[in-house]
């Protein structure tokens, strides 16, 4: 399966979900040990987007239907 690979800043992240950075780094070290990310200095590779999914919400799937209603893909 391909890696997602983006390079966010931890503020941003922390901002858009309204929680401090500091907790941005607690999850996404956990995420990490768990196997479903890298992590480094604010650059994220998803390993396992499968599983990542799995933790989300439960409305994950709900957002993501949505999303491709609103926009699909040509």
Known sequence: MAAVVSDPAQELIASLLGVRRESITQVAGKLQKDGLIEYA?????????????????????????????LLPQR
């Not at 650059?43 to 949505?66: G, H, M, N, T, W």
């Open 41 to 69: 200095r604010g650059r994220i590779i998803v390993i396992d987007r499968p599983k990542l999914e799995d933790r989300a919400c439960e409305c994950y799937s709900d957002v993501k239907k949505e999303y491709q209603r």
